[in-house]
């Protein structure tokens, strides 16, 4: 995740992480990027069962039953053991999470353990009273996922009416008093989508966008074919610096963040050395200490069955069984090469990766995009768009 906001404008510094001492139990949500520790952030898929059908689901939900899932009690031993182990938050996800009818059981005993709890849905099913509920029992922020304006939303959803259902939702939220923000994962069929996401988020006065760059996991997996361009992406991501700095400088309280292309750091730093050099060395301790994609390190994974995975997109892949193992023993449990590689990568990493000048920043990016290009976990990340020049570049 990189904070553009915090990077492009300042509104983060060095010294406020280390006001914390750059400690996962101390530091505020906003600054977890820059934990000192990284105890990791778990995605917990609550159920696989979902309302909608979305062309870039990445767990084939369908909205049927789905059987064997953790039990309630299983949760909350598995909720227990994460809060022990000093996990700061836990991103209730799905599948479509509200459909799970004891999460706000879940989410209200998270909160109580002193866990941050965040809800991704697609917001279709939030309520008036369903939003206070959320409040009432401690969710701290609700992600709700757009994939564009009216038509091209219901269309990517499978589903007419979806995106003024999931309008309300956030409505709804911002009503109850509960923090909530846009999740927007972009495409080649849906880049163009991107400034009125901005527009929006003004006109609804929505406090958070997050652009998720894409994920495909498989070999020969369509969504390789969805993915942009390396040219295609730097203009978005000229685009959402040129947004989130005319936002800033209006003076509009926006949190604009991308995920799962740890490039946009190195572009956003660059970015900062050319135009305002005089931050540029804070700029990159911020992302030194961010220290790039944290899979297997500094997020997790959960399924509904309780699986775990390095991350949201290796379910095909799996570490051991909570209902077996308490999740801590399985996290620190080196023995599986792919958990050894991914908390030393840096060693691992081959091709223009390997040779990066930004590598302690990038971390070396998403490696289920390089299986699923080049059948090797290790290979060069194929969505980085940094130039040859770029990646050599010496200050």
């Known amino acids: 995740?990189?904070?553009?906001?915090?990077?492009?404008?300042?509104?983060?510094?060095?010294?406020?992480?280390?006001?914390?001492?750059?400690?996962?139990?101390?530091?505020?949500?906003?600054?977890?990027?820059?934990?000192?520790?990284?105890?990791?952030?778990?995605?917990?898929?609550?159920t696989r069962r979902c309302n909608l059908h979305c062309r870039h689901c990445y767990f084939?939900?369908?909205?049927?039953?789905?059987?064997?899932e953790l039990t309630t009690q299983e949760g909350l031993a598995f909720i227990d053991s994460l809060a022990q182990f000093g996990v700061p938050v836990i991103l209730f996800s799905g599948g479509e999470p509200l459909l799970r009818e004891d999460l706000p059981i879940l989410v209200g005993h998270a909160a109580r353990r002193g866990i941050r709890a965040v809800i991704s849905t697609n917001g279709t099913l939030i309520t008036p009273s369903l939003a206070r509920e959320m409040r009432e029992v401690g969710v701290s922020y609700v992600g709700v996922s757009l994939d564009g304006l009216e038509r091209v939303h219901d269309r990517f959803r499978g589903k007419q009416g979806a995106f003024q259902a999931s309008l309300q939702g956030i409505r709804y939220c911002r009503e109850a008093g509960v923090k909530m923000g846009l999740r927007f994962t972009i495409t080649r069929a849906n880049q163009g989508e991107l400034p009125g996401l901005f527009d929006l988020a003004v006109e609804e006065d929505i406090p958070r966008?997050?652009?998720?760059?894409?994920?495909?996991?498989?070999?020969?997996?369509?969504?390789?074919?969805?993915?942009?361009?390396?040219?295609?992406?730097r203009r978005g991501m000229e685009l959402i610096c040129?947004?989130?700095?005319?936002?800033?400088?209006?003076?509009?309280?926006?949190?604009?963040?991308?995920?799962?292309?740890?490039?946009?750091?190195?572009?956003?730093?660059?970015?900062?050395?050319?135009?305002?050099?005089?931050?540029?060395?804070?700029?990159?301790?911020?992302?030194?200490?961010?220290?790039?994609?944290?899979?297997?390190?500094?997020?997790?994974?959960v399924d509904n069955l309780g699986n775990v995975h390095a991350d949201q997109f290796w379910g095909h892949y799996s570490f051991g069984n909570v209902r077996e193992k308490p999740?801590?023993?399985?996290?620190q449990d080196t023995s599986d090469p792919l958990m050894n590689g991914l908390k030393n990568k840096k060693a691992?990493?081959?091709?223009?990766?390997?040779?990066?000048?930004?590598?302690?920043?990038?971390?070396?990016?998403?490696?289920?995009?390089?299986?699923?290009?080049?059948?090797?976990?290790?290979?060069?990340?194929?969505a980085c768009y940094l130039t040859e020049a770029e990646i050599g570049f010496v200050a």
């Open 1 to 46: 995740m990189i904070g553009i906001t915090k990077l492009l404008c300042g509104t983060a510094s060095t010294g406020d992480a280390l006001r914390y001492e750059r400690q996962t139990s101390r530091l505020p949500s906003h600054l977890l990027q820059f934990s000192l520790d990284k105890r990791p952030v778990v995605v917990w898929n609550v």
């Open 348 to 382: 691992m990493v081959k091709g223009r990766c390997a040779r990066c000048r930004y590598l302690e920043v990038c971390g070396g990016n998403l490696r289920v995009r390089a299986e699923a290009v080049y059948g090797d976990v290790w290979a060069e990340d194929p």
């Open 209 to 233: 966008l997050c652009v998720y760059h894409l994920a495909y996991v498989g070999r020969g997996s369509h969504l390789i074919e969805e993915d942009l361009s390396h040219e295609e992406t």
């Open 60 to 68: 084939g939900s369908q909205d049927k039953e789905y059987p064997e």
């Open 242 to 301: 040129q947004r989130t700095r005319e936002l800033h400088q209006q003076g509009r309280s926006k949190e604009v963040l991308t995920v799962d292309n740890h490039a946009d750091g190195v572009y956003v730093y660059l970015k900062v050395l050319a135009e305002e050099p005089e931050r540029a060395s804070e700029v990159y301790q911020l992302l030194r200490w961010n220290g790039g994609n944290s899979s297997g390190v500094g997020i997790a994974a």
């Open 327 to 331: 999740f801590p023993e399985i996290w």
